[in-house]
């Protein structure tokens, strides 16, 4: 473990060494071009590596989908005039590692060749205070991604090997059936939509269903296909009468406008919504809690007056 921590603290000096982390182009027709012409020497250089260190070296099928390319793009939840820049990853490979050696001597191959010239490297397997500060990566998932670009690549396109342990590959990508499978790749776009909507954590959501209402990024009805409810939408100032011309249940909406505080009057529409999200002491996720709660009790009343009305009938 502490031969890891060094030689990824090297790596690490190496990339910030680099002039750039990004590509050196932000279209996405000219990254996928420049992809195709560099794999084959990666593939090449990607296979050196793991005959070197005795490792499984997995390629990617091809360079990755140029619609793929474009998602990526438009989903980046941080900086879209970026453009293609921040994808790092069209052309990669995994090194499958039995041990932490095993990463180790992949590390020190790569350090050790000078084809190469070290941009990026991010560290899940240790860098624990990054990943809980940063959310990456998601879901429990553990690697080490290393960037690089070929020093005599006039493109300097930068290429990808992610290096993970076999244990997370069998309990992970490798035991899905096709159609979870499915299920992940959907799961993991209605995530990457979460996060350019800057929505991923619950607690924050009506703060932003705010923002999307007074720049109008989005239709109520398309947040509620996206997942929002009733009263994280009610905390962020969209009336009762918007609600009720979407997917949700009238019944509910009435229910969650209940729970949450009447809105002060007097004031411009604009300011109605920004107070009634900053000015209440209600927290929406304690209310979605609440709200919960009382669907439980009613329920349970339910079912006890059927049980009294079965006595009723005995008698």
Avoid at 137 to 160: M, T, Y
Avoid at 193 to 220: C, D, F, I, W, Y
Wanted: hydrophobic share 40%; charged share 35%; glycine share 4%.
């Amino acid at each position: 473990v502490e031969d890891y921590s060094t030689v990824v603290s090297e790596l690490k000096i190496r990339a910030q060494e680099s002039r750039t982390q990004q590509q050196m182009t932000a279209a996405v027709d000219e990254l996928f071009a420049d992809a195709a012409c560099i794999r084959e020497r990666f593939v090449k250089f990607a296979d050196g590596v793991g005959e070197s260190t005795t490792t499984e070296i997995r390629h990617a099928d091809g360079v990755d989908h140029l619609v793929r390319m474009m998602e990526r793009v438009l989903l980046r939840p941080t900086n879209l005039l970026a453009g293609a820049k921040e994808v790092l990853d069209a052309v990669r490979a995994t090194v499958v590692v039995k041990t932490i050696a095993d990463a180790v001597f992949v590390v020190l191959a790569l350090l050790g060749s000078k084809e190469i010239r070290i941009v990026l490297a991010r560290d899940s397997f240790m860098d624990a205070q990054r990943v809980a500060a940063t959310g990456w990566p998601p879901k429990g998932w553990r690697d080490l991604k290393i960037n690089f670009s070929f020093v005599d690549d006039p493109n300097r396109h930068v290429c990808e090997l992610q290096i993970v342990h076999e244990a997370m590959l069998r309990v992970t990508k490798e035991g899905l059936s096709a159609q979870q499978a499915e299920v992940y790749e959907r799961i993991r776009c209605a995530q990457e939509v979460l996060e350019k909507l800057g929505m991923e954590e619950k607690a924050s959501r009506p703060e932003r269903l705010l923002e999307h209402r007074l720049q109008n990024t989005a239709s109520v009805s398309d947040l509620v296909t996206m997942g929002a409810k009733a009263t994280e939408l009610l905390s962020a100032g969209f009336s009762e009468a918007e609600l009720k011309t979407t997917a949700l249940d009238s019944d509910q909406v009435e229910k969650a406008a209940r729970l949450l505080p009447k809105r002060r009057r007097g004031s411009s529409p604009w300011q109605q919504m920004g107070s009634s999200f900053r000015s209440s002491k209600v927290n929406p996720v304690d209310v979605a809690d609440e709200e919960e709660e009382e669907e439980e009790e009613e329920e349970q009343e339910e079912e006890e007056e059927e049980v009294e009305d079965a006595r009723e009938v005995s008698r």
